[in-house]
């Protein structure tokens, strides 16, 4: 589980109660710093988006406002943070206390990872609303959506270095607990919404222990028996910061993490962090479920909606593979490519079966080339072929990178066979798996495979038809070209990211553009 931000910054700074004099703070060692689990996660939030987002130059009200130049980094007064955090506490049940630890974690960042702040803001129109309902419906205060900022960076494919997983971060075991599960292609610790609906029922349960946020917080990190032992050695004092010098180091920073996220998303405008411009908002998002085992490829194709973000809106699918369920998978994504899926499902299950049920061989494998094997079985007269002990089978050993199509197609039967055959429920297979794709005596033609052997019964020798197997012509497909007419307002960066690509893709598309010269009414290729 992604545990704290600034170890070291928080682990320097004695606690002290209410009007006792501030400690020093000793200096800190950045190399140290650099090793913690949030300033990891930190990091990568950052690395995932560099290559796509720039600066934007879009002022929300507050920042016109205040009349902030672009790359200023205001600074303000303990007074200030201590009076900003005492409003939010009147509309929470949360203790967002105005300490030493607090405060250094949130001038921190509020300094030093503005752009961590940025990425977080543009996500949270992904996810914020969709937590606040969840929360809701549990009676929960709507503040706990920021945990997920702490634990993920808003991420939900992150996965940390003790094998916590996704935007709330569970272990596999807790997971499976709350109902959370995993198989070869799905991992529900994975999925935004389940997940979500898990960690709610869990953080009830953790408050309902304690009855205090603060250490429902410290137990979502450490565990609760961290915190009992916490607990039992300050004397069984009840609320967080009289525990905290007596809980893990990594814990004693996840409160103070906490309160910083909080306060840097709600005042970000007054520190001049503008939010990077959403690609998706909950609201334009819809969902349908699907009456079959599918390919992402396959709806790619028939749609053309981008592999890339149909993955990146169903992070629950570990391959790109959704497979068929009681209940159903469903698949998320915008409102237009949803209702383009819609219209056309049935057209695409026929391609998926087209795609997937057989294999079409353009040129002879290396293996196959000059290559018939006479299948034999003990005995002493031959005889023919409808004569065989229908208990013989053609077994075939899968390679890797094999699949049942193609293996299906080299034996000259379907797929539903060789399922039937192997009593198998699914299309899936691994490599060295021994299964049966023919019984002997069967008239279908049976194309030559090195790695086919009898399981004989009786004796007699069949020798194989070998299929003549042409090269399949590859169809021309004429690009399809769209331009997008640059609006007032409009930055290079921006049509990129509402175009679902990159500056340099964009760039590709428009050899010799000069992206910081861009004229209302000019014409820009982007697809």
Request: glycine share 6%.
């Amino acid at each position: 589980m992604i545990k704290n931000c600034l170890i070291v910054i928080v682990s320097f700074l004695s606690f002290i109660s209410i009007g006792q004099a501030p400690p020093v703070v000793k200096p800190v060692d950045s190399t140290i710093i650099k090793k913690d689990p949030f300033y990891i996660t930190v990091e990568q939030t950052l690395n995932a988006f560099y290559d796509e987002v720039a600066n934007q130059s879009n002022y929300d009200s507050i920042i016109n406002a205040l009349k902030y130049e672009s790359g200023v980094t205001p600074k303000f007064s303990d007074e200030v943070y201590c009076e900003r955090l005492e409003k939010m506490n009147e509309m929470t049940p949360f203790h967002l206390d105005c300490t030493p630890p607090a405060l250094a974690t949130i001038k921190f960042f509020a300094e030093n990872r503005r752009s961590f702040a940025r990425v977080v803001l543009g996500r949270s129109q992904l996810y914020f609303e969709m937590f606040e309902e969840k929360l809701a419906m549990y009676g929960l205060p709507k503040e706990l959506k920021f945990l997920a900022v702490i634990e993920s960076g808003l991420r939900p494919q992150v996965k940390s270095r003790a094998g916590a997983l996704g935007l709330w971060q569970f272990m596999y075991r807790t997971g499976l607990y709350y109902g959370l599960n995993e198989n070869s292609y799905i991992d529900e610790r994975m999925d935004p919404e389940k997940a979500t609906d898990a960690a709610c029922r869990y953080l009830k349960k953790l408050y309902d222990i304690y009855g205090d946020w603060n250490l429902a917080l410290a137990s979502y990190n450490a565990g609760p028996g961290n915190v009992n032992k916490a607990i039992r050695r300050s004397g069984g004092k009840k609320t967080y910061w009289e525990v905290r010098p007596f809980l893990p180091a990594e814990t004693q920073g996840y409160v103070p993490n906490f309160i910083a996220a909080a306060y840097l998303l709600t005042y970000h405008a007054e520190h001049n962090i503008i939010p990077i411009e959403a690609k998706w908002k909950y609201a334009q998002l819809d969902t349908m479920c699907l009456s079959s085992g599918i390919h992402m490829s396959t709806m790619t194709k028939l749609t053309g909606w981008s592999l890339d973000e149909i993955q990146s809106l169903n992070p629950i699918y570990k391959t790109g593979y959704i497979p068929r369920t009681n209940p159903p998978q469903c698949i998320t994504g915008p409102l237009l490519e949803i209702g383009k899926l819609v219209s056309v499902e049935d057209e695409l299950y026929a391609l998926e079966k087209q795609l997937y049920s057989t294999y079409v061989v353009t040129e002879p494998l290396a293996a196959e080339k000059d290559t018939v094997e006479t299948l034999k079985v003990s005995g002493s007269d031959a005889v023919t072929s409808s004569a065989i002990n229908t208990d013989a089978f053609v077994y075939h050993t899968v390679l890797r990178g094999e699949t049942i199509g193609r293996i299906a197609t080299k034996h000259g039967v379907t797929v539903s066979q060789v399922m039937t055959l192997n009593n198998m429920k699914s299309t899936s297979l691994y490599a060295g798996q021994r299964i049966k794709v023919k019984q002997v005596g069967d008239k279908t033609p049976i194309a030559t495979d090195p790695n086919a052997v009898v399981n004989p019964a009786d004796s007699v020798t069949v020798q194989p038809v070998v299929e003549e197997i042409k090269p399949v012509k590859p169809v021309k497909v004429k690009p399809v070209i769209k331009n997008y007419n640059v609006r007032s307002g409009d930055t290079f960066s921006k049509i990129a990211q509402r175009n679902n690509l990159t500056q340099q893709q964009l760039k590709r598309l428009n050899p010799g553009i000069n992206e910081n010269r861009l004229t209302v009414g000019q014409r820009i290729r982007v697809k």
